[in-house]
């Protein structure tokens, strides 16, 4: 057995780079931060926190063989995030990374209700704009790390995940709070 190579299963490989460009990461993490925002009075981090935007960033970078949908979501996510940077820029003449709270939420919302006007995407593709970003904001959240989201167990940490003995060894190592809940 020993000398010989593993063969690790695409799906288990850890990318070497994202799919995302630098300017769509951006936008995309804009996008995430609003839809699991932190909540600095409790200290619960947010999808920021939690690296939600790279999670996807890596997914994408994935082949077929890792997940049956990921060729669609590596031609849908640049659509999705180009079609939103246009109407960003056309309604309130900036980019959809420094749009406001307020308004990028607008946009969020009208995206899940379908009703986002003045746009190549259409009211189904709106919807489904909104439902894959959501599923794929909680699994970048919540999601082990090893897959690329939930930087640092940040968001097991928050909510108190039990964990095995190694990862509680080094919570408790960390002297992290207690975060009420």
């Known amino acids: 057995m020993s000398g010989q190579a593993v063969t690790v299963p695409p799906w288990q490989q850890t990318p070497a780079k994202g799919f995302l460009s630098v300017a769509q990461l951006a936008q995309l993490s804009r996008v995430m931060d609003r839809l699991l925002p932190e909540d600095t009075d409790r200290q619960v981090p947010g999808a920021k926190q939690a690296g939600a935007a790279q999670y996807i960033s890596l997914l994408l970078s994935k082949d077929a063989a890792t997940y049956y949908e990921i060729p669609d979501w ?14 960003s820029q056309s309604t309130y003449g900036g980019t959809l990374s420094t749009l406001d709270d307020t308004k990028i939420d607008g946009v969020i919302s009208a995206l899940e209700q379908g009703t986002l006007t003045n746009t190549t995407l259409s009211a189904a593709d709106q919807k489904t704009c909104f439902k894959t970003m959501w599923r794929h904001m909680l699994q970048g959240c919540f999601g082990d790390p090893r897959w690329g989201g939930n930087k640092d167990k ?12 190694e990862t509680a060894q080094q919570l408790k190592n960390d002297k992290l709070p207690t975060i009420p809940l």
């Open 74 to 87: 590596q031609r849908l996510y640049p659509q999705w995030l180009e079609a939103l940077e246009v109407w």
């Open 154 to 165: 940040v968001m097991w940490r928050a909510i108190g995940y039990l964990q095995t003995p």
